[in-house]
């Protein structure tokens, strides 16, 4: 539930004007306050017709969608009852300027909130654009706390695109088991992967086949005629043009979205708007969020299917469908065609491709800066490390520390402590570029754990280059995107192979790079990001795929910690952070 | 692991003595600090052959038993590694004087211990005896964190009772869904009660018959060959007397145990001496410990069943097998015989006699007060709050709060919010007793939830008169096993119907009555006990029966807060103990 409340201040405009607005009336000014009050709990769901413990908001899963136009506050009162678990809710792609603690990051900005605490998350959504929430906390997202962020633009502007009607959908991946279960597998050794997931939804639907389970004393658990798992319907009146926001918040899966018979013109990418290009499949990987214009110019007679596929790994999900549905025909009406199964799973070029083709729209570049001040090369490998599988960067697997990053460095009373909290030495910036292989297995897998940060100075500008790499077993790598808390970055490069840290540069687009929050880094390949380290604060940069930064695959950025504000007690209560209580 | 320490004083002996023995040296003096080091984390096990996860502490379930010696302060720093969910660890029988900050019960005594972070218990054993430990979080006991506290006599002293071994087994009963899954279904409307248990263990080793589950994706799920489910063997040698130390942490069963063709004499119940009586059928309900004698004097050139039944509840559970195994036989040789059955569930005369056979033993009465201060009824009954099945104490059914009692009573700092932190009115202590029918079930079911507290005056003596009734449905009553926190208490009495606070009470024992801190309410029955509220700090007072508590059937005491020494930090972080961190 949503209320809307209004602001008192408005800080882009003139104080008479905001005077004015206030005596004229304090609820027309354009900045509001956008409450929402959220109970996140287990419920038994049937999301693929398997029942199975799902963690909702306020009864709904997919959670709510967040609503807000360009400089409103959004405030959300979030009360735990998951029982025995904690949790913490990031706000991706909303870049917390002057509120770090508000990311919702666990350990790195806060503490996690614990059953029947309420954490009250306020920030300022200061740009339009299609975001996402999700909990961070261990593997908790694969549970089903997800949602979206719609941010419209401010009255009075519009977007350089026109449509009819704007729908929005949610496409994630779905297991059977719980995140519990599958960080125990992760966490053991020998090993146990989490392993492809049963089912894929759209909207929160799916269609797994319950003739795959059998439980003699459950009869009841899998069942495809509850309602609950009919397809997701997505109803458009023919001749209109929808723009559609597409998000993938995915466990583990890079996907391909399709709608049968129908082109999609790409105008949005995390946020910002893209130099339009069609497409007829659109590759979506975790964190990212695109939206697309579809017009209803097909066969108003019958019904369509929109699918996603897994791809990048050898799918072992069925396709996931939904139905477009045109008006009036009836929306569970099934289309007379097969589902369409997408582009082949392991063709990457299609891919690279398309990440290529996202370009900043003509009249909205922000152009970067023509160079940097410091350059990190990330080689993303497979590792073992005492004799556990994990992802590591540049030889070091990461790992979080019990008290938040951001407590320990802004509280000057656990300075002196701080040996405690986390690795006081870096992390490196660079591999062993001149010797080290990335088309085969590593001779030497072990690795090292570290919960040591980079230190940005502040106002700097910093290059990242991620370079994939092969994994464990030969003629293996995967695709991975990589998603920056706090921080829009530029989209300069990819490439084939190892990245040449010296003629690759000067093919960088420095003229209209796309900015996004999350870029995927291809087999056997890299990636080059640009960033202006100007967000006070402490931030994740890390592998979206839930298991893979559950074994390592991320870093932290400091950046401007003296000028961080106050930090709020609601972020502490673990760790170090009791030695702030006194006595 | 246990390390030996050393304490510099000894309370107990006169200056000139404990200055002697320093100087002789400080480790020979009789108290000691006995450390422990737990890691706490969910394993991957098949205790009944059923893979699930399942809660270790260093790998083992039942979790290592604590040994020390009456006197000695026991240490035990706890690492939660549960991935996203908190844990408490309440010493169970073990009266915290002087620390009621370490009694582990969350809500109660102190906030959740965080994953990733350490806690620190740290307490005296005043008195020899068989005690528990379990964890005290939601309903998370039933996933196996458990095992035994064994405090033996300080040396030089004896028991008043001779044997040649001194062995022990814990019961449990075990399910296959998780804790989770149960609070889920127990908080949903309409209410999904957790069912029967799928196993009996002894000694963390169960039978459950794996052709009852098939998964087809997951044929190793139920696997009867692992050597992990044989059954527990108790080797003993032909001849020999074996104090046998038997504790029941079961989540909901009541049990009888019973030694094939073997007498049992019961010594001690919950840290006291009992004047011997013999047994063939010990009945134990969850939270107690009986210490019995047991001479191997059958013969000896085979094995006997050793087995728990339930009682008082229709059982759905195969009967639990351990061996009784004669040295030298093979300790996996099954017994010529079938395993014995136990007593019939539903006649609860002999159990009514067991409990009123147990007295103290002679020599070591502690005589109770003569009279009491303050009676407190307290009326069992099965509810609905807002259309949710509820367990209720006089018609209110109990909710722990966010911020522990402890902290908010402690902390002046905090008194002016205590309207935030719970109920201030006191629940009632009693019902309407003329009218109200125990046979029959309630014509209106529906009660209050309350957080409210009984607060005794410091150093007076308090009677509680459990009651109990019919549940929701008719011509039931079930078993409850009461658990008092920081206390023994008196048992001065047991009877059937309605308690008559006029006449019963002429008929307690207040001769030689044992002291317990784990007692039953029969069906349909009386149980009243005495205590001296002589020990400060907040102490539950609740049925053991796991989904029990978890519905509401608990109340709370308060005596001499102002006498409670600073409270730890440890115990603080959630709710609104974050306000005693100064910015």
């Known amino acids: 539930m949503a209320t809307d409340g209004c602001r008192r201040t408005g800080l882009k405009w003139p104080l008479y004007y905001v005077l004015f607005m206030i005596i004229l009336s304090t609820c027309t000014v354009e900045a509001k306050t956008r409450y929402y009050k959220w109970d996140v709990k287990y419920e038994f769901k049937s999301p693929d017709c398997y029942k199975k413990l799902v963690i909702t908001i306020n009864g709904m899963f997919p959670g709510p969608t967040i609503t807000a136009e360009e400089g409103d506050t959004v405030v959300v009162e979030v009360t735990n009852n998951l029982v025995t678990e904690n ?32 954490f009250v998350y306020k920030f300022v959504v200061d740009r339009a654009g299609t975001y996402l929430y999700h909990a961070h906390y261990g593997m908790q997202r694969e549970e089903g706390l997800n949602g979206m962020i719609i941010v419209s633009v401010p009255k009075g502007q519009s977007e350089p695109f026109t449509y009819d009607f704007d729908r929005s959908i949610m496409l994630t991946d779905w297991y059977h088991k719980s995140a519990l279960d599958h960080t125990v597998g992760l966490n053991s050794n020998p090993f146990v992967w989490v392993g492809e997931p049963q089912s894929l939804l759209i909207q929160g639907r799916g269609n797994f086949s319950c003739s795959a389970v059998s439980i003699a004393s459950e009869p009841d658990v899998c069942n495809a005629t509850r309602p609950e798992c009919s397809p997701f ?8 043009t929808y723009r559609l926001r597409i998000a993938s918040l995915t466990s583990l899966s890079a996907l391909n979205f399709e709608i049968e018979g129908h082109n999609m013109t790409v105008v949005e990418a995390d946020g910002h708007f893209v130099e339009p290009f069609v497409v007829k499949n659109l590759f979506i990987y975790s964190g990212e969020t695109y939206s697309v214009l579809v017009k209803a110019n097909q066969d108003p007679s019958r019904n369509y299917w929109a699918t996603t596929n897994v791809v990048s790994r050898k799918p072992g999900t069925p396709t996931g469908q939904a139905i477009f549905n045109y008006y009036p025909n009836r929306p569970e009406q099934n289309p007379p065609t097969t589902p369409t199964t997408g582009p082949m799973w392991n063709d990457s070029e299609p891919r690279r491709a398309q990440s290529l083709a996202i370009k900043a729209r003509e009249g909205f570049i922000q152009t970067p800066p023509a160079t940097s001040d410091k350059v990190i090369i990330l080689l993303n490998t497979q590792n073992k490390v005492n004799g556990y599988t994990k992802w590591a960067i540049n030889n070091v697997s990461f790992t979080l520390p019990t008290t938040p990053y951001l407590v320990a460095l802004k509280e000057n009373r656990l300075r002196n402590k701080l040996h405690h909290v986390f690795d006081q030495t870096p992390p490196p910036t660079g591999y062993d570029w001149l010797n080290y292989d990335i088309n085969v297995n590593q001779t030497n897998v072990n690795a090292t754990s570290s919960n040591g940060i980079y230190r940005n100075k502040f106002n700097t500008t910093i290059d990242i280059v991620l370079q994939n790499a092969n994994m464990i077993n030969p003629n293996n790598s995967e695709t991975h995107p990589w998603h920056l808390h706090g921080h829009d970055f530029w989209v300069l490069g990819y490439g084939n192979g190892k990245f040449d840290p010296f003629n690759d540069p000067k093919k960088y687009n420095l003229v209209n790079p796309i900015m996004k929050n999350t870029v995927p880094l291809h087999p056997y390949g890299w990636t080059a990001i640009r960033f202006r380290a100007d967000n006070p604060g402490v931030w994740l940069f890390h592998c979206h795929i839930d298991a893979h930064f559950a074994m390592g695959m991320g870093i932290v950025f400091e950046e401007g910690i003296e000028r961080v504000g106050q930090l709020p007690n609601n972020i502490m209560g673990c760790g170090l952070t009791k030695r702030l209580i006194t006595p």
Do not use: F, N, S, Y
């Open 233 to 240: 319907a997505l109803t458009v009146v023919p001749g209109k």
């Open 87 to 118: 949790t913490a809710i990031h706000w991706h792609g909303i870049r917390q300027i002057g509120t770090p603690w508000a990311d919702g990051t666990e350990g790195v900005t806060q503490c996690p909130i614990i059953p029947g605490d309420t």
